[in-house]
C-alpha cells in the first residue's frame, strides 16, 4: 500500500501542470516531452481526438508515441461511480483530478489529425498503423509511396483515412488502400486515377470521396460494382454523360454526391432521377439499410430545377 501511495504522487508531481490544452496541442511544431504527457494522460474533459496539425515532420519514435492516443483506455482511472461522487460533493475535485493525470473510461470515436505532415517514412507508417483509434488525417501528403502505404495500413483493419492532398497514386499504393477491412477513404485531391486501380478501392464501406475530374463509362461501371460503398462523393468531377450516368446506376445502391455546379443536362439528370424513384426507399446491402439517392448543385435558372425533378424523392439539388 504504501509503495502504491509513493507511486501515486510521484505520477501526481510528475503530470501535475505538465500538459496542453487541446488548442495548444495543435500549434505545435514539435513533439516535446509536455506533449507527450498530454497523449499518454488524457482528459477526458477535452476532445476526443488528437490534433497536431502544426507538425510539419514526425520521426519513427514520435509516431509511436502519437499512436498511442487513446481516451478511452487512460494509464489511471475512476471509475464514472466515484466520478459521479465527487461531482455530488463538488465540481472541482474531479477537475482537478483530471488536470493531474486521471482519466475515467469513454466510449468516443477518436482519431489522430497530422495534416501538417508532408511526408513520411515507411517506418513511422508502419507506427502509425498501430493507433487503436477510428481515422487517421493526412491531408498534408501529396504522394504515398508502395512501401508507405502497406505500411500504413495492414490488411484486415479498420480504419478511416483522410488523404485529401495525394496528388498521385499507384497502382500498388491503391491495392494497399483498399486492403483496409472497413472505414472511410478520402482523396478529393486525386485528380487522376488509372482505371486499373479502381477495381482496388472497393473495401471502403461508408464514405468515399474521389477527385478525378474525368471518369469514363469503364471507369464508372467499376464504381457501380462498389457493394461494400455507401455514400461516394466527386468533388472535382466537371462533366457526366448520359452513358456514364448509365453506368453509375446499372449496379450500384447508396448515394452519390456532385459538388460541381451545372454538370449534369436534363437527359443525364432523368437518369438519376429515376433511379433513386424506382428502386425502394430502404435498400438491405451487406450490413447497411439505406435509401438511393443523388446530390447535385444546380445554377438558380437550371432546366432540371424547372422539370422539377428536385425534391426529397428525387434528385437533392443545392444551393
Not at 501515486?8 to 496541442?25: I, K, N, V
Not at 432546366?303 to 426529397?312: K, L, Q, S, V
Amino acid at each position: 500500500m504504501k509503495k502504491q501511495g509513493v507511486w501515486l504522487w510521484g505520477m501526481l508531481l510528475l503530470s501535475s501542470g505538465c500538459r496542453y490544452e487541446d488548442p495548444e496541442m495543435n500549434l505545435l511544431t514539435t513533439l516535446d516531452n509536455k506533449a507527450v504527457r498530454t497523449i499518454q494522460f488524457p482528459n477526458p474533459n477535452h476532445s476526443c481526438d488528437l490534433h497536431l496539425n502544426g507538425l510539419t515532420s514526425i520521426t519513427p519514435a514520435e509516431a509511436e508515441q502519437i499512436a498511442r492516443w487513446n481516451p478511452n483506455d487512460p494509464p489511471v482511472t475512476l471509475s464514472r461511480e466515484t466520478i459521479h461522487d465527487l461531482y455530488a460533493f463538488s465540481t472541482e475535485i474531479p477537475k482537478f483530478l483530471y488536470d493531474i493525470g486521471f482519466g475515467s473510461p469513454q466510449s468516443c470515436r477518436f482519431s489522430l489529425l497530422l495534416n501538417g505532415l508532408t511526408e513520411l517514412d515507411e517506418t513511422s507508417a508502419k507506427a502509425l498503423s498501430k493507433f487503436a483509434g477510428n481515422a487517421i488525417e493526412l491531408n498534408g501528403l501529396i504522394e504515398l509511396p508502395e512501401n508507405v502505404a502497406k505500411a500504413l495500413v495492414p490488411a484486415g483493419q479498420y480504419m478511416s483515412f483522410h488523404l485529401n492532398g495525394l496528388q498521385t497514386l499507384s497502382l500498388e499504393s491503391a491495392k494497399a488502400l483498399g486492403s483496409v477491412y472497413s472505414g472511410e477513404l478520402h482523396l478529393a485531391g486525386l485528380e487522376q486515377l488509372d482505371t486499373e486501380a479502381y477495381a482496388y478501392l472497393h473495401a471502403h464501406r461508408s464514405e468515399f470521396t474521389l477527385g478525378v475530374r474525368q471518369i469514363s463509362v469503364e471507369e464508372a461501371e467499376v464504381v457501380a460494382s462498389w457493394d461494400t460503398v455507401k455514400y461516394i462523393s466527386f468533388p472535382n468531377l466537371e462533366t457526366i454523360t448520359y452513358d456514364q450516368a448509365q453506368a453509375l446506376v446499372s449496379k450500384f445502391y447508396g448515394g452519390y454526391v456532385f459538388e460541381q455546379p451545372d454538370i449534369i443536362d436534363l437527359p443525364t439528370a432523368t437518369v438519376f432521377y429515376h433511379w433513386a424513384l424506382d428502386v425502394p426507399k430502404i435498400v438491405w446491402r451487406r450490413d447497411w439499410m439505406y435509401s438511393n439517392g443523388v446530390s447535385v448543385t444546380l445554377s438558380r435558372d437550371s432546366i432540371i430545377r424547372t422539370a422539377g425533378m428536385c425534391g426529397h424523392d428525387g434528385l437533392y439539388c443545392s444551393p
